[in-house]
Each structure stands twice: as structure tokens, then as C-alpha cells.
């Protein structure tokens, strides 16, 4: 199984809703990623969890607040949303943090109206 | 810092003709070198992959070699075809801990 799982794969909220993205991956990875992608642009790095610690945090706004409970689950946590964070957000593993392959969601696209 | 650079596109070519992406990057050291892949609606998926100088990577007919001399590792192949129409991203593992990606290149593949 090398695949990593995203819910859901289209997500339309309100500014003032409370939502959840959610990442699963069953390949034993220790590594786990958020990344936000704006149309025509490359994914931009937002947080990195490492064995099921944060140790990353590229000063994302806390309006988004990410969780690892295990170390198959990432998940992302949406608050208070303005338009503007409308993208795809793609979440992604690898064996650990290191130059090694990343293992990449299909992503969810993510509108805020 | 560490930064990529890539060709920009678009970039349509004719099936059967070759391709070159061309990618260049600055780093402190040597960092390893990927090209990521993703096609209409889907996440990025690794193509080929280079971690020292002179490697060269290779998949599904692509090849990349990690030119150190000129900060280099474009991408080529020999007969493109309409189904590896999709956007080229290059990317480096930087000395912070993470990837950094190329603004991407989009390619189009005319039957």
C-alpha cells in the first residue's frame, strides 16, 4: 500500500464554520506534511510532524491548527477561514524527514465562500 | 537561502519530439534533487530522483543528472507522448529541512 488518503476531496465552507481535513497513510511513514496549493503556483510547505511531533511550523496563521494523533493520521484543523485560504491543500508522508520520497495525497480542494 | 529555478511554460510540443525542462538551483552544499510529476486533479507524484553529484535519475523514459558544475538538473526525453502532459516541478531538499519546489512547468503534448 503506498498510497495516502485524503477527506474529504472537495470541501466548500462558510467564514465562520469549523471544519476538518483528514490524511491517512499505512506505509509505517514517520513523516507527515500539509502543504497549500494556489492555482498555477508549487505547494508551499505549511507544517511537518515527525513522529507524531510538530516540527515544523512555517507561521501559518492559527486559523489553521494541525493534529497528528497517531502515527497513520494527520489531520487539519479549519477555523474562521477567509477566502483567500480557498486551494488545494495536499497533504504528503515520507519514511522520515530526510531527503527521501515523498508520498503525495490526491489532495482536497478547498473553496471558502 | 535555497531556492529552484524552472523554465517557464507552458510548453507544447508535438508528439514524439524532445523534451528538456530546464532546472537550476542554489543551495549550501549538495542537496539531493527530485523532479515531481502531477497530472489534472491529482497530488504530486515523484518521477526520478538524484542525492549526489553526476547521479542521474531516471523513470518512464524521463532522465535528470545532477550536474554540479552548473547547479543543474534538467529534465529530458526522447519521445514525448499526449499522456505526460501535465505539470513539471523541480525540487531540491534544502539545508532548512524540507523541500523546496520550482514554480512548475506545464506541458502539453499535441497528437
Known amino acids: 500500500d503506498t498510497e495516502v488518503t485524503q477527506t474529504p476531496k472537495h470541501l466548500v465552507m462558510g467564514m465562520t464554520n469549523k471544519k476538518s481535513l483528514k490524511c491517512e497513510q499505512h506505509?509505517?511513514?514517520?513523516?507527515m506534511y500539509w502543504y497549500k496549493q494556489k492555482a498555477k503556483k508549487p505547494p508551499e510547505l505549511m507544517f511537518v510532524y515527525s513522529y507524531e511531533k510538530l516540527s515544523i511550523n512555517e507561521s501559518v496563521p492559527s486559523r489553521f491548527s494541525p493534529e497528528c494523533p497517531n502515527s497513520s493520521l494527520l489531520n487539519l484543523h479549519l477555523h474562521a477561514l477567509q477566502p483567500e485560504d480557498s486551494a488545494l491543500y495536499l497533504c504528503?508522508?515520507?519514511?522520515?524527514?530526510?531527503?527521501?520520497?515523498?508520498?503525495f495525497g490526491q489532495g482536497t480542494r478547498l473553496t471558502v465562500v | 537561502g535555497d531556492s529552484v529555478t524552472q523554465m517557464e511554460g507552458p510548453v507544447t510540443l508535438s508528439e514524439e519530439a524532445f523534451l528538456t525542462i530546464n532546472c537550476t538551483y542554489t543551495?549550501?552544499?549538495?542537496?539531493?534533487l527530485f523532479w515531481y510529476v502531477q497530472y489534472p486533479g491529482e497530488g504530486l507524484q515523484l518521477l526520478l530522483k538524484?542525492?549526489?553529484?553526476?547521479d542521474k535519475g531516471s523513470n518512464k523514459g524521463f532522465e535528470a543528472t545532477y550536474r554540479k558544475e552548473t547547479t543543474s538538473f534538467h529534465l529530458e526525453k526522447g519521445s514525448v507522448q499526449v499522456s505526460d502532459s501535465a505539470v513539471y516541478f523541480c525540487a531540491s531538499y534544502s539545508s532548512a529541512s524540507k523541500i523546496i519546489f520550482g514554480s512548475g512547468t506545464r506541458l502539453s503534448i499535441r497528437p
Open positions: 504528503a508522508s515520507s519514511q522520515d524527514e530526510g531527503p527521501v520520497e515523498a508520498f
Open positions: 543551495a549550501t552544499g549538495y542537496p539531493s
Open positions: 506505509m509505517g511513514h514517520r513523516a
Open positions: 538524484a542525492t549526489k553529484a553526476d
